[in-house]
């Protein structure tokens, strides 16, 4: 087996900058605990530069293919170039000729993130949480499961009281406890957990705090005792069953902050050409459209109907049919609101949005009968002009980027594709409840278990 989810989840993640400091960020209402384990980002660091300049090394050494003293070395060296001042980028323990013990120390600190003690940090803790990401892949296997249906936990002699206290906790896999207690689950923790098949000997009640932390009320008979565990102090938490999941957009609670994540994951759909779905937990309270043409929008279908039937190539004229509403665009964080709707490209190929995709695309019969019959009309008014209710969800593939909504009620889903500066309807149809749970609601990332 693979460690694919590990390696799918450090390159998914978005670039966080943020100039606020550990303190701030533990307490911030902008990161769930939810949104930081998509992120990646380092506290007082607000330069997209400074946190790109550690990334690339970070990951490297997170997969195994560079050490730590080389991710260290890289990291500083590009870190000097932007101007911060490192503690050994010579790999020396003393201070420059000419530089005093004061000044030295303050470049030890580690709020310096060239320093040696900042960035084993930071390269220590990502490496452990993508090593339990690979490790969680393996243990959920079906196969795994049901020969080792439970979790030991396993604490190191050095370990905090806390996570101490722990060791040799026995609970099933399925329980809600581990997804925020599994190592590490605090700066520095080293704790780990193992597939076991003996029987559950103790029990734990989990509660869910307003940021994504937990605190359980935990029986340990191996250690006789009973114990609150707090989320940590620090304000760290790493969930667990978080990388399998698809990043659920209305976490993040500064509309900005959202913009630059849907931004940076369009730049890593082209780039890795993954395919993920951003989601909203929520179906929208209002309109998908304002400014609504829904009459001129059946004039089209009907027009491009007719030519069909008539044997004709359907019109390549579009026409704006409405705009994303402004609670939709906010929740999303999209930078475009425009939606036509028209024939798309008309050549040898369908275009891959339009109606010309509808009817002349490799394998498109079905769209073409769903044109014919009207279910792509009554598609579209059960989603795009919807009243309220319509689940909402961003698509990548590649290059490309999709808005897909859908009828919870109806199975309807209408499909934008992102051309330009503005969204042309791609396709619309009842799917069935599953695809179309599958597309908007919170579903699990294309890797790991189902």
Known sequence: MSFEAANQWLAARVNMPTDMTSAQLAV??????????????????????????????????????????????????????????????????????GMTDEIWKARKRITNLASTRRLNLVLRQNARMGWAVGREEVSRHPVIEKRWPNWRYISRPDARPSHKALDKLVLPKSDPFWATHTGPWDFGCRCTKEDTDEPVTGGAVTRENPDGSQTATVTNPATGRTLEVLAPESGFVFRIDE?????????????????????????????????????????????????????????????????????????????????????????????????????????????????????????????????????????????????????????????????????????????????????????????????NRQQTGVMRKRYGRE
């Not at 690339?56 to 500083?76: H, M, N, S």
């Open 243 to 435: 990388p399998f999941e698809a990043m659920e957009l209305s976490r993040i609670h500064s509309q900005p902050m959202r913009g630059a994540v849907m931004q940076r994951l369009r730049q890593l759909a082209r780039s890795l050409q993954a395919r993920f779905n951003c989601t909203l937990a929520n179906a929208l309270e209002g309109p998908a459209l304002v400014h609504a043409r829904q009459g001129r929008a059946a004039a089209l279908v009907d027009d491009a109907a007719a030519a069909v039937r008539a044997g004709e190539d359907v019109p390549a004229a579009e026409e704006t049919i409405g705009s994303l509403s402004p609670e939709l665009v906010g929740e999303l964080g999209l930078d475009a609101d425009v939606v036509k709707l028209g024939g798309g490209r008309v050549g040898h190929d369908a275009s891959p949005y339009g109606f010309q995709h509808q009817v002349s695309g490799s394998g498109m019969s079905n769209h073409r009968q769903q044109l014919l019959s009207g279910e792509m009309l009554q598609s579209m008014n059960e989603t795009l002009f919807a009243e309220s209710g319509t689940r909402a969800s961003v698509g990548f593939n590649g290059g490309n980027m999709y808005l897909n909504l859908a009828n919870p009620d109806t199975t309807a889903m209408t499909t934008l594709r992102r051309v330009g500066d503005q969204w042309q309807v791609a396709s619309a149809a009842r799917r069935g409840e599953a695809y």
């Open 28 to 97: 911030s209402p902008d990161l769930h605990a939810r949104v930081k384990v998509h992120s990646f980002f380092s506290a007082q660091v607000a330069a997209a530069d400074d946190l790109e300049a550690i990334r690339e090394p970070v990951d490297r050494y997170t997969r195994g293919e560079v050490d730590l003293v080389t991710a260290r070395w890289q990291i500083k060296t590009a870190l000097v170039r932007r101007g911060y001042a490192a503690d050994d980028v010579a790999m020396t323990d003393t201070p420059p000729a």
